[in-house]
């Protein structure tokens, strides 16, 4: 792995807690010394011998350039080389490493505890490497694969959506505050509020949208609060323009990454 910070490490300590890697079975290339599952190797270059079977980048989209420099020859032939680099698409990764398949992920945060996303896409991966690829990203969450000219939609709804839903959640407190619960109060129930119906919507039989309107009876109070969110759409339109600008943000990055 190179680069290993908040999310290679997130993705990492799953991987490890979950069994489906061993420590000694990974060796991480970062420019210092981290905390890192027990086992694993790092250091500030690449270990000599064999190829290893996949390489995982996970520094920064603007570090790309100089690890390639420092690593593509070394690393050529690669079998798997799987990218998290946010708005860097399949073709400049081609372009800098010469890998048997190039596997492009976008992960969330919740990986760390496996309830995470992972979106995959590949041109250039045969059946075996995207088989390989999934399984190994398949503790982390849920695993999808989507088109290329999906990805800076599914970067922006799932990869950015934790801190969508981190807003949600801090403005249900501020709302509950406003409301007269004391601030930290307010804070425990938002979040676990959000968690539970969180949990319970993804184990209920049907969508969140009948959800929602089976928790609400006509005439109660939980409908008229959903009468705020839903007046001309409200909460639809203000996720619409969130996601939208997420969006076109993404899809900036990716063409300032082509050149
Ligand atoms: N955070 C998210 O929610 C999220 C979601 C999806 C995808 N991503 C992608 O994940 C990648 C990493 O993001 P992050 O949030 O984990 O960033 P981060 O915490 O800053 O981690 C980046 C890591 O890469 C290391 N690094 C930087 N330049 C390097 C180089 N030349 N050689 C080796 N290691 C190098 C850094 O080392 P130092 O600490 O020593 O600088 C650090 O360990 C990004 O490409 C981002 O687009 C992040």
């Not at 798997?80 to 800098?96: D, T, Y």
């Not at 492009?104 to 590949?122: F, H, Q, T, Y």
């Not at 969450?141 to 799932?158: H, I, M, Y």
């Amino acid at each position: 792995m190179i680069g290993c910070g908040n999310m290679g490490g997130a993705m990492l300590r799953r991987w490890v807690a979950s069994g489906v890697l061993a420590g000694d079975q990974v060796y991480v290339v970062n420019r210092a010394d981290r905390v890192l599952p027990e086992g694993v190797g790092q250091g500030r270059d690449l270990p000599g011998g064999v190829l290893p079977d996949a390489v995982i980048l996970a520094m920064k989209p603007q570090q790309i350039d100089d690890v390639a420099s420092r690593f593509a020859a070394r690393l050529a032939g690669v079998p798997v080389l799987v990218s998290i680099l946010a708005g860097v698409e399949e073709a400049p990764l081609a372009a800098r490493f010469d890998a048997g398949a190039i596997i492009r992920a976008m992960p969330n945060l919740p990986v760390a505890i496996g309830k995470g996303v992972v979106a995959l896409d590949s041109a250039s991966a045969d059946a075996p490497a995207r088989a390989d690829v999934a399984a190994l990203m398949a503790p982390l969450g849920l695993v999808e694969w989507v088109a290329a000219a999906q990805f800076d939609a599914v970067t922006a709804l799932a990869g950015s959506g934790p801190a969508f839903l981190y807003r949600f959640i801090d403005a249900l407190a501020v709302a509950g505050v406003a409301q007269g619960l004391p601030e930290a109060q307010a804070e425990r129930l938002a979040l676990a509020t959000v968690e539970g119906a969180g949990l319970l919507a993804a184990a209920a039989e049907v969508g969140p949208g009948a959800l929602a309107d089976q928790v609400a009876s006509p005439g109660g109070s939980t409908r008229r609060g959903l009468d705020v969110l839903d007046e001309a759409n409200a909460l639809e339109m203000l996720l619409s323009e969130t996601i939208a600008a997420a969006t076109r943000r993404n899809a900036e990055m990716a063409a300032a990454a082509r050149g």
